[in-house]
């Protein structure tokens, strides 16, 4: 018997609202989740706290399986590499890498983290618009794959080869109008305008360059088949071209990544199972396309192409959830229901383009009605959810968000609240391990540097006595005289 004491709700009349459901209207959710792979998501709290990042090893080594083997049975010359910036945190990286992922970088951090990860230089794709000399110079001498993005980065290279003396191979990043996606032409050589040629010709006239990739990236959760069809046969177009006006010989294609998730982008009619395209077809696509346009290259005496593919959101995105519980409720001054949880923007960024998936983790108590759902900072833009069909909740009941793995975790924020634990639910059922510990005031502090005349010896302020403990390598700090405050 369950002798917990029944919710009482306020009586209230409610008009219907237009709008808010789409035509696969829904009723009171019934449905709800208290446990993940077999971990009850209470103990997850208890032990972990709120809010929670949660992993799924199982979850990220199939998508990763499921996409290579889409690729390799379609082309079996086939490169993954992961998307550093999409998540980079270590256990993502490494379960990628032991699943035979490359890198792929775009900064001087990732690229270090990278061979920190211990990724060989050779497996490294290194994209990007700002490599600076130091870190160009190490990608040159370890011999990483570079994509070079613009003309000032050419000079900057061929200086670098000039001075080192070797020849490496270049791939270079192209941007054209697919018809089907954003034109993003700030990335890379546009083709249509010239630039592209000029630099391929750049490059053939350059002592230790030599162009044998091309590289593009045409967007992100990008929905229209088509636009994969269009890029692969504009960048074959090209390869053909630069092959017959230079000297250059291509012998990789990389088409970056942006393959749609199953999260629902704000503004869609139709369900994420509706609109997101399977990994399968974007493969199927991608393949049929390559080997159609390549089909005379061996019989030509030219190599076959190796395809490289960066997708990031369709691989981690829904191997991650983040348990959050309701801070409080609060009737609007229009008489919608909202909560507040303890997970905002500051941890969920990608709130403010996709609808994430939302469960309940008790059975439903009540009426379901849209709420909007807020998180904990004092900002009006913290809203992690404007429409969502949801009983009545408790404050401390908890709700699993779910497809958080893509761009969360890296663009988090520190602001107002402590970045929350991630922990990781291990294949081997029952096992857990933290993979990430939260902020705690000395992480908050500890790159601070506090002048002397600015110490205050007041003995309910222990910054500048941490600050003392945490930095005894500074001598100022420890010297100084503590300023009292009166
Ligand atoms: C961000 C990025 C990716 C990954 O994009 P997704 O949309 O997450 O698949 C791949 N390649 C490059 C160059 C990128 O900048």
Redesign the pocket.
């Known amino acids: 018997m369950n002798n917990e004491k029944k919710l009482w709700l306020k009586p209230m009349i409610k008009a219907h609202k237009l709008g808010v459901l789409n035509k696969f209207a829904y009723g009171t959710k019934k449905e709800f989740i208290n446990d993940l792979e077999g971990r009850e998501v209470n103990d997850l709290i208890s032990e972990y706290g709120s809010p929670l990042f949660v992993l799924s090893e199982s979850k990220l080594r199939q998508n990763v399986k499921r996409l290579m083997s889409a690729f390799k049975m379609r082309y079996p010359k086939v490169i993954y590499?992961w998307?550093y910036?999409?998540n980079y945190l270590s256990s993502v990286c490494n379960i990628l890498h032991q699943e035979g992922a490359w890198a792929?970088v775009?900064s001087q951090f990732e690229y270090e983290k990278a061979r920190q990860q211990g990724v060989p230089a050779e497996h490294i794709l290194f994209?990007?618009l700002n490599k600076n000399i130091e870190i160009l110079k190490r990608a040159v001498l370890e011999g990483a794959r570079i994509h070079l993005d613009n003309l000032d980065e050419f000079y900057l290279l061929d200086s670098i080869t000039k001075d080192t003396k070797k020849n490496i191979k270049v791939a270079m990043?192209l941007n054209f109008d697919t018809g089907f996606s954003e034109p993003w032409s700030r990335?890379g050589f546009n083709v249509e305008n010239g630039q592209a040629l000029d630099m391929a010709y750049k490059i053939a006239n350059s002592d230790y360059l030599e162009l044998s990739g091309l590289?593009s990236?045409i967007?992100?959760?990008?929905l229209d088949l088509r636009a994969y069809e269009a890029q692969m046969k504009i960048m074959c177009d090209f390869m053909h071209s630069i092959e017959y006006e230079t000297d250059c010989v291509i012998d990789c294609i990389d088409i970056?990544?942006?393959?749609a998730s199953k999260n629902s982008l704000q503004g869609s009619y139709l369900t994420p199972d509706q609109v997101s395209p399977e990994i399968e077809q974007y493969a199927q696509i991608i393949c049929d396309t390559l080997i159609n346009e390549t089909k005379n290259r061996i019989a030509q005496g030219k190599p076959e192409i190796t395809l490289i593919i960066?997708?990031?959101?369709?691989i981690v995105d829904d191997a991650f959830h983040l348990i959050t519980s309701v801070v409080s409720n609060k009737r609007l001054k229009d008489g919608r229901a909202s909560l507040v949880v303890d997970a905002g923007v500051n941890i969920l960024f990608t709130s403010f383009w996709y609808n994430h998936p939302i469960s309940l983790t008790n059975s439903p108590r009540g009426v379901s009605e849209d709420t909007i759902i807020y998180g904990p900072l004092c900002m009006n833009i913290d809203v992690v959810r404007t429409h969502v069909n949801l009983p009545p909740l408790k404050i401390g009941d908890s709700l699993i968000i779910s497809h958080v793995g893509?761009?969360n975790l890296t663009q988090s924020m520190q602001f107002i609240e402590y970045r929350p634990n991630v922990v990781m639910l291990h294949e081997e059922k029952s096992k857990v391990s933290l993979i990430k510990k939260g902020d705690d005031l000395h992480d908050m502090t500890r790159n601070e540097y506090l002048p002397e005349h600015l110490m205050i010896n007041n003995a309910s302020s222990t910054s500048s006595v941490d600050l003392i403990k945490d930095h005894s390598n500074i001598s100022i700090l420890k010297q100084s005289s503590v300023v009292s405050f009166v």
């Open positions: 590499g998307s910036k999409t792929e775009v994209n990007g990043r990335f590289h990236h967007g992100t959760f990008v970056g990544g942006g393959f960066e997708s990031g959101r369709a893509a761009y």
